[in-house]
């Protein structure tokens, strides 16, 4: 959900998920003069249960002025109405689903030890977070429906090391205090969507790559103990087979008939889908990124999406047919081809779109270029995540120089052959976590036990995100050669519709902002040119304020995209 407000002096926006708020202001083209001695802005949340007030306080972030609150312990979060924002967009990461919040943006004045709320000129915006269709069925909504869960993903973050004190999380329940904070919500959706096949009424049809986490196993295992019909396509090939069969074994799924090995060498078995079938029609899909591994829920950042489309969940049924027969990339790409065509350009209004692999031939990169073309149409805002390598037909369109602001967030650093900054609108990120000592006023951070690619496990794509007609690329396949050529792999392509874009979106810069602020540490660390004094918020109003209205600078792209002039 989406809205903005607006008053004499500012206007401003908010883009609503599940679980994030994004919002970003500004001050009206005629108000200049609102600039001169600006320290910041102060947040403020209320929320509401119909029209009685819940709660109301102001928000909280860890950046502070060095020299006010003195002896507060590092990472501890302070008041906004103290510590001001110092920029012209904030995420609110501690907001819940369907709840109504109204956030009071205030633009603070005077010093840093007497502040001045200009409350005069205060924008306030109301927004409902978004359901979630897998606990209200019955919600009205657009043809397609969806559901979206991504993890935390954050395993080295301030929050952990507060809360948690970078305790190890590996082998931990998930219903312990720790494990319900990583996943977010994305174990319990999993769990729950495998629990609605309840009955003989039902059958579930899976594929699955990492096929090791036992509780998801036991679930399926539940669920045929209920007399729903499951079978399983799983990785027979590669070096998971070992922990799949061991334990497909421990929950008695092969003894049930519920199991089937892939075993095409060519490739890997890469696919993370379920399908969900009533009355032998397919009614859902629940696809994304997650592999069914502990990392892989718990640890690197994942998303598990539903659609509740029985056109899609059908698509996805047949792919499934074809995958059970155990077919090698060679007998696959016509048929995928034939089931998942690509449209010419972009694909028609408010419309989902499968994409099926292997289907490229291996000297062809159609796949890829159709995903960099659609990238190549962004007008405004692009966000890129990337598990491994940035393949070269991304590279030509991250390297254009024009005004799109263009997100990148990368497992790891840009590796040999990767050129993509060549334009000062392209934005990096790699993974990665706050050492000791690496901010005076932050807690040091913990490494990711859990994965070996510790980071980023998303595979997604937004272009436009905030227009009223975004396109969203999801799916497991990691925008890569062999993703479209040999490997098993599922994307959706969703055009047009700002629900789905704005959960997304809220979630990239969620995961982005958190990487970013940490790989410009390392990299500034790795030349000699690190202060880490430099977590501090800036004394003097134009040390930050100068660079947000800078035609060649992406925070003034960002301020006025973001909000939306």
Known sequence: MRIVAENDVMRARAIAGTYVVTLAWDFQPDQEGKREGLMGFAIERTEFNGEEIVERYWMRSIKRFRDKDRGLPP???????????????????????DRHYRYRVVPLYGSVKNLLLDDASAVALDITTEIEFLLKPDADNDKARHDIYFNRGVIGSQAFARRFKNANPQNASPKSEEMVWLSRGLYEALMAFIGLASDERFALRAALYEFHYQPVANAFAKAVEAGASVKIVYDGESAYKHDNELTIANAGLGQMGAVKARTVSEGIRHNKFIVLLEEEQPIAVWTGSTNISEGGIFGHSNVGHIVWDKTVAEAYLHYWERLEENL???????????????????????????????????????????????????????????????????????????????????????????????????????????????????????GNPLNRNDYIHDKFMLVDPLSDDPLVITGSANF????????????????????????YFGEFMRIFDHHYARYLVKKLTETGNHDPEAGYLKIKPVDWVSSHFNPQSYKSKRRRYFVGT
């Open 480 to 503: 890569s050669q062999p993703s479209q050529r040999t490997n098993d792999e599922n994307m959706l392509v969703i055009r047009g519709d700002t629900r789905v874009a704005d959960i």
């Open 328 to 446: 090698t990339p060679t007998k696959l790409r016509a048929p995928n081809r034939a089931a998942s065509p690509l449209p010419a350009g972009r694909p028609e209004a408010k419309s989902v779109t499968p994409v099926f692999s292997a289907r490229d031939e291996k000297d062809s990169s159609a796949t890829l270029q159709w995903y960099a073309d659609r990238m190549a149409e962004a007008k405004e805002i692009v966000c890129f995540t990337v598990a491994f390598n940035i393949d070269e037909v991304f590279q030509q369109v991250l390297n254009r120089d024009n005004d799109v602001l263009r997100y990148v967030v990368k497992d790891d650093d840009l590796g040999d052959g990767e050129k993509i900054t060549r334009d000062r609108d392209v934005l990096f990120a790699a993974g990665g976590y706050l050492g000791n000592g690496a901010l005076v006023n932050f807690l040091e951070e913990r």
């Open 75 to 97: 990472g501890t979060p302070v008041s906004t109405a103290d510590h001001p924002i110092q920029s012209f967009q904030w995420a609110d990461y501690t907001a819940e689903k």
